[in-house]
DNA sequence: GTACAGGCAGTAT
DNA sequence: ATACTGCCTGTA
């Protein structure tokens, strides 16, 4: 689909960013966003708000960066600001449906955070809603993590691997876990043990990065590719879940013309999960994970949120 | 009370 | 390969 260059807005909104379904432990005190991003605090202060007229930006948005300990530029790496934009614009505009939505939610961006959180915080995230899962790392920063003052406000580190494999099933059940304790055990326990190598997850290829990550106990192909595509530079990962599987039967139905009548209603399941992550790939290409994050954010928005 | 929520694992077919 | 079930716990 052609685009003439005045559509071409980039836009970069890290409030919405942060609201989408990534993270869970950003609040905001006092007009300032902080957040939990393993070892670090974020803070970020939005001073104006860019101005915008008939699709064009006039002024950019003026946004001030902070953080404990102090790390010059983590907005670049954390709001992915070098990504090729112009790229994932393109994937961005495939078609009316998803171009539509992009423009309504322009500005939001994919986070890259800290690979140990973010493989605690989608383990927690199995079967439960925002508002939990936001109880469940709340509850372990502060039992597990190391609490400092920033700001002259109380936070709680998220606790890295070796803290939190030494914890029992009990400490963490008493987080609010459910299930979902051994499986976090498991996986800290396993990660510490060097069994999962970050670097090696980094350098492969997404299919055989997810291979690896589905080996470890509470891992499947959806918790996987949010791992994949929010800590480990996996921008085609396309997680699935049963909102964007609804929102993708009903949308790009034509996608799957041939296979539909085999498709189940609600959930996929693993290899209707594959062809379907395979075909959205294939279509909107290496930024794929863009699209899905646009596309999922669109459909909370427009369904009844209870968070 | 009961249904359900941003899945996963184990088992049976 | 699919279908079905149980799982913690909070909320509607």
New binding site residues.
């Given amino acids: 689909m052609k685009r003439s260059n005045e559509h071409k807005v980039v836009l970069f909104d890290p409030i919405r960013s942060i609201n989408?379904?990534?993270v869970?432990l950003w609040k905001n005190v006092n007009g300032s966003w902080y957040g939990i991003n393993g070892k670090e605090v974020l803070k970020f202060t939005v001073i104006k708000k860019p101005t915008i007229n008939n699709k064009k930006i006039i002024a950019t948005n003026e946004v001030e960066y902070q953080s404990f300990p102090k790390n010059e530029l983590w907005e670049n790496f954390f709001f992915r600001l070098n990504d090729d934009h112009e790229e994932v614009y393109k994937a961005l505009s495939k078609d009316e449906i998803i171009y539509k939505i992009y423009q309504k939610y322009n500005g939001l961006r994919i986070l890259r955070q800290d690979p140990f959180q973010c493989i605690i915080t989608?383990?927690c995230?199995?079967?439960?809603?925002?508002?939990?899962?936001r109880?469940m790392l709340t509850n372990i920063s502060k039992k597990f993590g190391t609490k400092i003052i920033f700001d002259g406000l109380e936070f709680y580190l998220f606790p890295n691997a070796k803290e939190l494999s030494n914890a029992s099933i009990n400490e963490l059940?008493?987080c609010?876990?459910?299930?979902?304790?051994?499986?976090v055990k498991s996986v800290a326990s396993d990660i510490e043990s060097k069994m999962l190598n970050f670097e090696e997850i980094k350098r492969k290829y997404y299919f055989d990065s997810r291979k690896e990550l589905?080996?470890?106990?509470?891992?499947?192909?959806?918790?996987?590719?949010?791992i994949l595509l929010f800590a480990f530079e996996k921008l085609d990962a396309f997680?699935i879940?049963?909102?964007i599987?609804r929102s993708l039967l009903e949308n790009y139905y034509w996608l799957f013309d041939d296979i539909k009548k085999?498709l189940?209603k609600?959930?996929?399941?693993?290899?209707?999960?594959n062809?379907i992550g395979s075909r959205v790939r294939e279509y909107f290409g290496e930024y794929a994970g863009y699209v899905q994050q646009y596309l999922?954010y669109h459909v909370?928005e427009t369904?009844?949120?209870?968070?």
């Fill in positions: 989408s379904g990534q869970f989608f383990v995230a199995s079967n439960t809603n925002v508002k939990r899962i109880h059940t008493s609010g876990l459910g299930y979902r304790a051994k499986f589905v080996k470890l106990k509470g891992i499947g192909n959806k918790t996987a590719d949010c997680p879940d049963v909102w599987y085999y189940s609600n959930k996929p399941t693993n290899n209707q999960y062809i999922y909370r369904s009844r949120r209870t968070w």
